[in-house]
Structures are given as structure tokens and as C-alpha cells.
């Protein structure tokens, strides 16, 4: 599967984006979806994650409350909307897919084999 990740950009403190992942090639509907990040100098860290049928999501502690992971299978798409941003959400985006989503390695970037291109996020003062 294909991914595409759109809808950074520059917002202020306080503001909302909404990031979407696209994905073509193979049946999007059967892969789990994740979203990373990686700041400046600072390794990846997982944002969220959802199951296949988007019956299960999950959240990294620092954005539980804030940020919202769904997905539109009939779209091929999946989405993260992030609402009152820090500066400390300024990051590299990234979405990242894999037929195979367990509890305990869904953290991990090393868990997904198809990763998008990633969309810049950057949140002003």
C-alpha cells in the first residue's frame, strides 16, 4: 500500500489542523494506520493508531485529549485531527501502515512496513 500524508502547516498555539493519510495500491481497508511524529533532534514517537475496521484507537500520552485518530475506508483514508496545539507539537508527520497491529508493539515505528512521505506541522506562540 501507498501512503500520502497533507494537511500541514502553520498554525498558532491553541489552533487546530487536521492531517489525512491516503492510501492506494492495495485494500487500505485491511491495513491498521498510525500516525508519528519526529521533532528537531528528537527521535520518532507514535501519535495514535487505529485498527483495520477503526473499532480500536489508541493515543500517546502526550496528546490523549487533544488529538483524534478515524478513518473513511470507503475513501481509502485516514485522518488525525489535532486540536489545541502546543508548540511542543511542532513536527515531521508521519503515517504509517501495516496488516499486522498488536497492543504491544503498536508504538513502534519498527512495526509498520508502509510509511507516507510526512507533512510538516509547526505551531507558533
Known amino acids: 500500500v501507498q501512503l500520502q500524508a497533507f494537511g500541514g502547516g502553520l498554525v498558532q498555539a491553541g489552533g487546530s489542523l487536521r492531517l489525512s493519510c491516503i492510501g492506494s495500491?492495495?485494500?487500505?481497508?485491511?491495513?491498521?494506520v498510525a500516525w508519528f511524529r519526529q521533532g528537531p533532534g528528537q527521535e520518532r514517537e507514535f501519535v495514535a493508531g487505529i485498527t483495520f475496521s477503526g473499532s480500536m484507537t489508541y493515543y500517546g500520552d502526550s496528546v490523549k485529549g487533544r488529538f483524534t485518530i478515524s478513518r473513511d475506508n470507503a475513501e481509502n483514508t485516514a485522518y488525525l485531527q489535532m486540536n489545541d496545539l502546543k508548540q511542543e507539537d511542532t513536527a515531521v508527520y508521519y503515517c504509517?501502515?501495516?496488516?499486522?497491529?498488536?497492543?504491544?508493539?503498536?508504538?513502534?515505528?519498527?512495526?509498520?512496513?508502509?510509511w507516507g512521505q510526512g507533512t510538516l506541522v509547526t505551531v507558533s506562540s
Open positions: 495500491g492495495r485494500s487500505f481497508k485491511n491495513y491498521a
Open positions: 504509517a501502515s501495516d496488516l499486522r497491529f498488536m497492543l504491544a508493539t503498536l508504538r513502534f515505528a519498527s512495526s509498520y512496513t508502509y
